[in-house]
C-alpha cells in the first residue's frame, strides 16, 4: 500500500472520530447522557441478567455454525479450534468496518484450512446477513397492518430459500474476475471449502442465523425492559434495522450511529432516549466487545496442536 492509500486511511479514520466525538458531545449538551447513566440505578437486574446467558449460547452457537461449514473440508476440526478461529476473528472484527476483520478467523486454523476458510466465511456471513433481512421482513410484517403482512411474509420465505443457492454463486467468483494464473490459482482455493458444501450444510447454517437472530431480539427485549415497558415487536422490528446502519459504520465500531439509530426507532415505540442507548450499548459489550476482547487474549495464546 503506497503512502498516499495510508494517508486517505488515516484522514477517514480520524474523519470517524471527530463525528464520534460529535455524538458524544451532542448526547452530553442535551443533558440526556447524564440521564443515561442514571437510569442504570433503576434497571431491573433480573431482565439484565437475562441477556448474559443468551450472549453465551449465541456464542456456542456461531462456533458450532462455523465448525459445521468446516466439517466439510476437514473431518479433524474440533469444535475448540472452531472457538478459537471465531474468538481470534471477532477480535480483529472490533477494529474493521462491518466487522470483515473476522474474514482473519482463518488465521487460527491449521495452514492446510486457511485458504479454504476464506470462502467458507463469505457463506457463513452471507448467511448472517440474509437472516437479518429475513427478521427484518418479519419484523416489518409484525407491526403493518392486513395484506402487508402476507406480502412480507412470502418475501422472508423467497429470501430464506435464497440461502440454498449460496454454494453455487460462491464458487463461480473466481471465473467472473480478471485474474492471472497465481491469482485465479489462489482464488480457486479460497472457493474451494465453498464447492464442498451441499444444500443442506448452507441450509443448517442459514437455521442456526436465524436463531441467533431470534436470540439476539430476545436479548434486546429484555435489555430494554430493563429501563421501561416495550413490546417484544418492539425489539423485533428495530433490531434488523439497527444491524443494517452498521454494517459499514461511519464511527468506530458503529459506536453512536447504532445508538442513535435505536432512539429514532424505538421512539416510534414510545421508548425514550435512556432506554433505547443503554440496551443497544449492553446489547453490543455482551454480543461483541467482551468476546472480541476475550478474542484478543484468546488469539494470543500459542496453538495447542
Not at 26 to 52: P, R, T
Not at 65 to 87: C, I, N, P
Not at 200 to 210: I, K, S
Request: charged letters at 15%.
Amino acid at each position: 500500500m503506497n503512502f498516499h492509500s495510508w494517508r486517505r486511511r488515516g484522514a477517514f479514520f480520524y474523519l470517524k472520530l471527530l463525528l464520534l466525538g460529535a455524538l458524544v458531545f451532542a448526547l452530553a449538551y442535551s443533558g440526556k447522557g447524564a440521564s443515561a447513566i442514571a437510569a442504570f440505578a433503576q434497571a431491573n437486574l433480573a431482565c439484565l441478567a437475562v441477556a448474559l446467558p443468551c450472549g453465551l449460547l449465541m456464542l456456542a452457537i456461531r462456533v458450532y455454525k462455523w465448525r459445521l461449514l468446516l466439517l466439510r473440508v476437514s473431518e479433524a476440526v474440533t469444535f475448540g479450534e472452531a472457538w478459537r478461529s471465531v474468538m481470534g476473528g471477532m477480535a480483529f472484527g472490533l477494529f474493521t468496518p462491518g466487522r470483515v476483520g473476522e474474514l482473519s478467523r482463518a488465521m487460527f486454523l491449521p495452514d492446510a484450512l486457511r485458504l479454504p476458510a476464506g470462502g467458507l466465511f463469505v457463506i457463513d456471513r452471507a448467511c448472517d446477513l440474509l437472516s437479518i433481512l429475513v427478521v427484518g421482513l418479519a419484523g416489518a410484517a409484525s407491526v403493518l397492518p392486513g395484506a402487508a403482512k402476507l406480502w412480507l411474509a412470502a418475501a422472508a420465505i423467497g429470501l430464506g430459500s435464497g440461502a440454498l443457492l449460496l454454494p453455487r454463486l460462491a464458487p463461480a467468483l473466481p471465473g467472473l474476475l480478471s485474474f492471472s494464473e497465481k491469482p485465479r490459482h489462489l482464488a480457486e482455493q479460497f472457493v474451494a471449502g465453498a464447492r464442498l458444501l451441499r444444500p443442506r450444510d448452507v441450509g443448517a447454517n442459514f437455521l442456526l442465523a436465524l436463531a441467533l437472530m431470534g436470540l439476539n431480539v430476545v436479548s434486546l427485549y429484555v435489555l430494554v425492559l430493563a429501563f421501561e415497558p416495550v413490546t417484544f415487536e418492539a425489539a423485533l422490528f428495530c433490531l434488523p434495522l439497527i444491524l443494517l446502519t452498521i454494517l459499514a459504520p461511519l464511527t468506530p465500531a458503529g459506536l453512536g450511529v447504532r445508538e442513535g439509530a435505536a432512539v429514532l426507532l424505538f421512539q416510534r415505540f414510545g421508548v425514550g432516549l435512556e432506554a433505547a442507548v443503554n440496551a443497544t450499548l449492553l446489547l453490543h459489550v455482551i454480543n461483541t466487545l467482551a468476546p472480541g476482547v476475550y478474542g484478543l487474549f484468546a488469539a494470543r495464546r500459542p496453538d495447542p496442536s
